[in-house]
């Protein structure tokens, strides 16, 4: 009797498993192949003559990037990895809407390397355009945001000479930090500051005579609040990189006193510290500078290996790095008084009392402050050589 009641109960069983296992075989519903996607590379803003936004997306053309024979172009021909659309409308998602209706694959934001805001565009002011990357789930915060110098469709446009597409030339140029870098969230936490200004880094085409081309940051715009007010070129931005501890890669030449010729000075790194202090109302910022160099070239007839011929080429670095950083203070500071240092930041964390009562005034606070550059140059290695290639021994200076 028991064993009956066992083979009934295990057929039962059974017969409950056949009849579930259908349900979880059902397979992925809402599936989309990715041969129904329109791949966004890239995104460009601009502002039309009317008012309105214009939208430009790079779209990957998949047939010709797999085939890795693509450049990037702007009608999506024989052998081009990518094509650009252009649409306009009230609001990003309304150029979006009218962009869908007109591409044969669903369009899809996850692959969107970098975002382009044309130079009208970002003079008229960027933060409402900036709502639909942070609020669409599917574009990421690690963007790379640039300002175009002219219109961002050009950019988008651009055939490049080693890469497949512009909007991978334009990251690469971001990841590698010769100038400024800037992703969404980092533009997104500028803006929100409240006392600070905000930075993007300036892109260019740069035109070679075979018709092809390629990207070039060639300097920084400057934003109070989200209206872009002012361009500043390549030489201060190595300032601003400077102040705002963000320099990864620099290039320094020193024309020696003592010697004839330049020397060529390689970062291998540094870090700048911000201390603000506050006496009897006096309002100072101390900006504490460390950098590590490599000598990677010596066209004098200078012994690096002397120690008192480092020390003085040492203390001629330290003075070169502060004239750039007065230079970029001069005009930042100075005259367009907007900070874009984290300066505010220092000090409302170290003086939250003080600082709220010139908060509603720290642009005028800020281009009065009394700033204090402390600086000391490193130099780690004289390179692979020890003394002037190519110089006669009688010839290079000891001391």
């Not at 498993?17 to 601009?46: H, K, M, S, Y």
């Not at 945001?145 to 651009?158: M, Q």
Request: glycine share 8%.
């Amino acid at each position: 009797m028991t064993n009956l009641f066992l083979m009934k109960a295990l057929k039962i069983t059974l017969i409950f498993q056949i009849c579930l296992f259908p349900l979880l075989l059902t397979g992925c519903w809402d599936r989309i192949e990715i041969n129904d996607l329109g791949l966004v590379l890239a995104t460009g803003l601009d502002l039309t003559d009317d008012g309105e936004l214009e939208l430009s997306v790079q779209l990957a053309i998949p047939m010709a990037m797999g085939a890795g024979q693509g450049t990037s172009g702007g009608q999506g021909g024989e052998g081009q990895a990518t094509t650009v659309e252009k649409v306009t409308g009230r609001t990003i998602f309304d150029a979006i809407s009218k962009l869908q209706a007109s591409v044969s694959r669903r369009i899809f934001w996850g692959h969107n390397q970098v975002i382009i805001i044309g130079e009208e565009l970002a003079k008229d002011g960027i933060q409402k355009h900036m709502e639909f990357f942070v609020r669409h789930p599917a574009p990421r915060l690690r963007t790379y945001i640039f300002v175009s110098k002219g219109k961002a469709t050009d950019i988008l446009k651009v055939v490049p000479d080693f890469d497949n597409t512009s909007a991978e030339v334009a990251r690469e140029i971001a990841k590698f930090q010769v100038g400024m870098s800037v992703t969404l969230k980092e533009l997104l936490q500028m803006l929100s500051e409240k006392a600070s200004g905000a930075v993007l880094p300036l892109i260019e085409p740069e035109k070679e005579e075979q018709g092809k081309g390629g990207l070039k940051v060639n300097g920084t715009a400057v934003f109070k609040k989200d209206k872009m007010i002012a361009q500043i070129d390549a030489k201060v931005t190595r300032g601003i990189l400077w102040l705002r501890d963000d320099i990864q890669l620099g290039a320094i030449i020193l024309d020696p006193k003592e010697a004839e010729g330049h020397i060529s000075f390689d970062l291998i790194r540094s870090r700048t510290e911000l201390l603000p202090k506050i006496e009897n109302d006096h309002w100072k910022m101390i900006v504490r500078i460390t950098t590590e160099e490599d000598t990677v070239e010596n066209e004098t007839n200078l012994n690096l290996m002397n120690p008192e011929i480092v020390a003085r080429l040492e203390k001629q670095l330290e003075q070169k790095i502060e004239e750039r950083i007065r230079l970029t203070l001069e005009q930042v500071q100075k005259e367009l008084k907007v900070d874009i240092f984290g300066f505010a930041e220092a000090f409302r964390r170290k003086y939250p009392r003080q600082w709220a009562k010139v908060e509603n005034q720290w642009d005028e606070k800020f281009s009065e402050l009394d700033v204090v550059i402390d600086t000391k140059a490193y130099i780690r290695r004289p390179g692979m050589s020890t003394t002037p290639q190519g110089m006669p021994e009688e010839e290079v200076q000891q001391e």
